[in-house]
């Protein structure tokens, strides 16, 4: 069965830079989310969009942004990066109608800045 | 503030035996919990959950058990086999986002 699918799995930028990952999401899934892993903690929760739509905002800096595009995709924009950015960056995706909690993660983006 | 707490950062099971990992929450407004399994080099892999008005759900070998009054919840693996070997994440939340917990290393004695 078709996961989740970010892209680039693993990115290198230095301070002062700006990212962008990108994320597909499960056939037919219609919500994603993103979260954020910094080295031994769990995931915290970012921003989420539901049918192209912001529908929840966590921890996230005024740095970033992100959006949900007409096909799904979603993408995640960092600017100004910092040394304390580089993490596992997680998307995942759900059927947000029917299973909107039964969220699926895609295997992450490790960003490392330096 | 840590929503989702779980205690025990790492447990040893022998093969064939249960394995139960445990996780408390805070927040009474949790709609649902959900069970993730976590490889290194990997996203969670999505194992089991719950609805906040159940108290039990199974699917295989694996329940996860519910007690509301308390705020804690539990994943019983039975038998537990080698492969099971990870660290598994509790969540709680709702249909926008989740709270994790910082994960439970489990190793399954062979």
């Known amino acids: 069965a078709a996961g989740v699918i970010q892209s680039p799995r693993h990115l290198i930028k230095e301070k002062r830079e700006t990212a962008t990952l990108k994320c597909y999401p499960i056939p037919r899934h219609d919500t994603v989310y993103w979260y954020q892993q910094g080295p031994g903690q769990d995931p915290q929760f970012l921003i989420s969009?539901?049918?192209?739509?912001?529908?929840d905002k966590g921890s996230i800096p005024d740095r970033f942004s992100a959006q949900q595009f007409s096909d799904y995709h979603s993408e995640l924009n960092m600017s100004s990066l910092e040394l304390g950015d580089s993490a596992l960056y997680f998307c995942a995706s759900s059927l947000g109608g029917v299973l909107p909690h039964e969220q699926y993660f895609g295997p992450g983006t490790r960003l490392t800045v330096t | 503030d840590q929503q989702v707490k779980q205690n025990s950062p790492s447990l040893s099971v022998q093969e064939g035996r249960i394995s139960i990992l445990n996780c408390d929450y805070t927040?009474?407004?949790?709609?649902?919990f959900l069970w993730y399994k976590k490889y290194p080099a990997e996203g969670p892999t999505f194992l089991i959950s719950i609805s906040s008005i159940k108290d039990k759900n199974e699917d295989g070998r694996f329940t996860v058990f519910l007690n509301k009054s308390a705020k804690h919840l539990s994943l019983h693996i039975v038998p537990s086999q080698p492969g099971d070997s990870a660290v598994y994440f509790c969540?709680?939340?709702?249909?926008?986002?989740?709270?994790f917990g910082t994960g439970t290393r489990l190793t399954v004695i062979p």
């Open positions: 927040n009474s407004m949790f709609d649902y």
């Open positions: 969009f539901y049918e192209k739509m912001q529908s």
């Open positions: 969540a709680g939340g709702g249909a926008n986002n989740l709270f």
